[in-house]
Nanobody
Framework: QVQLVESGGGLVQAGGSLRLSCVAS????????MGWFRQAPGKEREFSAA????????SYADSLKGRFTISRDNAKNTMYLYMHSLQPEETAVYYC???????????????????WGQGTQVTVSS
């Protein structure tokens, strides 16, 4: 099993940037494919970005391409999400998730993930 803890959320003005981190417990972090999802108030949780076990493959929601960057450092058991040009409608709780299934690939569906963090709040003010 793996436990995930997100951090880095907070209040930012529209157009600003944030870096989220997801730290995983255990010694098998590099065997997991990882992902970021977000849930805005009153909306369903949705896919943001994903990365395979080595970091050689990434995928993004169409609306985030060019503004968000996902990366990982397996030596630090940490995954990151760099977010730029944030907009108020991107206010949400951001979750990281992990799966050992087909870890050479990226995964955009929530049901593909087995482990979830508690989330970190990102608030973008106008």
């Amino acid at each position: 099993q793996v436990q995930l803890v997100e951090s880095g959320g907070g209040l930012v003005q529209a157009g600003g940037s944030l870096r989220l981190s997801c730290v995983a417990s255990g010694r098998t972090f590099s065997s997991y494919a990882m992902g970021w999802f977000r849930q805005a108030p009153g909306k369903e949780r949705e896919f943001s970005a994903a990365i395979n076990w080595s970091g050689s493959r990434t995928s993004y929601a169409d609306s985030l391409k060019g503004r968000f960057t996902i990366s990982r450092d397996n030596a630090k058991n940490t995954m990151y999400l760099y977010m730029h040009s944030l907009q108020p409608e991107e206010t949400a709780v951001y979750y990281c998730a992990a799966t050992q299934k087909y870890s050479a690939s990226t995964h955009s569906k929530q049901y593909e993930y087995d482990y979830w963090g508690q989330g970190t709040q990102v608030t973008v003010s106008s």
